[in-house]
């Protein structure tokens, strides 16, 4: 194995190939960061040029997931990979999926930073959105991380933060509802708000998905549908 | 090619194989078109006890999706298969995973159909929220169904209907909040009626996805992220 956590094959080109899957999957990771970045502080700052720049790089994140994932095919069917190969194989296919969903998530939270920039209504809640918008991103780069050094170890510690963002966005719904029935003026911004922090909500759960798959691709287990603890034996037994 | 669309192999085995995993595909759409048949029940029904059944097959389904896409791994590394093969068994993997997610929303409506059952709240808004859970059941049917007989103009045509979902969702989500709005007291009702309108929306998009898997396993062609226009081409070119 490299210090990558990739076994070495006897043809150069079959590692090629695959490490040039690799970092292709990390420079569409690093494209969904960005947007990631951009919308939250779009959102926090009320810059609807910002938000209009993520949302103009839909296409370029969405040609990277069909190309990566033709090259995955093209893989599959000339390499005939078996075991760990296989492994990184499928764990890459599913991987951009997710990444891609990422990207539309991001594309959301873009959107509505445009139109609460419009409405120009009162933020006193965004404190804790703004918050919740770093804990799920720094959740992204985590994973990404685990899935550049494929580090299983990594990736549990990243999944083990789900549960967190969760009940961050329970908090905020609680919060923005109560806000709304306040003052029913504020309804349509608190919406707004409402579905920014759903967003982040799935996007804290499209980055625990992304370090599944680094554990099934390190483990060689599949560890979706299981609680963390469960996890946590398949990663350390 | 058989009547199913379904290449016919030398090895008979082989065959008997990807039929197996067809036929899976088929049993897991069954169990989540159950799901979701009885989460609108017990929405409009106000039945308890219907929406807590859905809650309970969610181990089944989850087992489903381990086990198929288990058995395509599998498939991959004894067959290596190529060609039609190969795209059968990467779309059965994807579409595995959005049958997974179309559950997943069943059981957020058979949540919100408990939480609102417990509530008895007025639900005169509930006839066009009705109407769009049937709109996306019978795209999720449909959807299964272009699979079952490999139909890519079938697919085409339930791919087409997502627009249709999207618009129903957006005058419904209005709708909630003008009735918020109106009413403050209605507030935590409506909002429980927003995330039932959401997740068929987004049912809505899988059942899209699964018609572009059938599109690619019979025409060849990656046809996400296109428009409909664009589709069209793709199956009738």
Redesign the interface.
């Known amino acids: 194995m490299s210090s990558t956590g990739l076994p070495q094959h006897i043809s150069k080109q079959f590692d090629n190939e695959l490490e040039y899957i690799r970092s292709r999957v990390l420079s569409m990771g690093g494209l969904v960061e960005k947007q990631l970045t951009d919308a939250l502080s779009a959102l926090m700052e009320s810059d609807i040029e910002l938000g209009s720049a993520v949302l103009d790089t839909e296409?370029e994140v969405?040609?990277m997931?069909?190309s990566i994932?033709?090259e995955c095919?093209q893989i599959?069917?000339r390499r005939?990979p078996?075991?760990g190969d296989?492994?990184l194989i499928?764990a890459v296919?599913?991987t951009i999926?997710d990444l891609e969903r990422i990207g539309d998530e991001a594309e959301r939270i873009a959107n509505m930073a445009i139109d609460l920039a419009e409405k120009q209504g009162p933020k006193s809640y965004y404190i804790d959105i703004g918050s919740m918008g770093n804990y799920v991103r720094n959740m992204v780069h985590g994973a990404l991380d685990a899935f550049a050094r494929m580090d299983s170890k990594a990736a549990l510690e990243i999944a083990g933060r789900d549960p967190g963002a969760d009940a961050q966005y329970g908090a905020i719904?609680r919060q923005l509802?109560t806000y709304?029935?306040e003052d029913?003026k504020n309804?349509?911004s608190a919406?707004d708000t409402?579905w920014s922090a759903?967003a982040m909500e799935r996007i804290g759960d499209h980055a625990r998905n992304i370090c599944e798959y680094v554990i099934y691709f390190v483990e060689g287990k599949?560890v979706?549908?299981i609680s963390l603890e469960e996890m946590e034996k398949e990663v350390k037994g």
Chains 1, 2 share one sequence.
């Open positions: 296409y969405n040609a997931e069909v994932d033709e095919t599959l069917a005939q078996a075991a296989l492994r499928t296919i599913k999926t719904v509802i709304m029935m029913p309804i349509t919406m409402v759903r599949d979706r549908h």
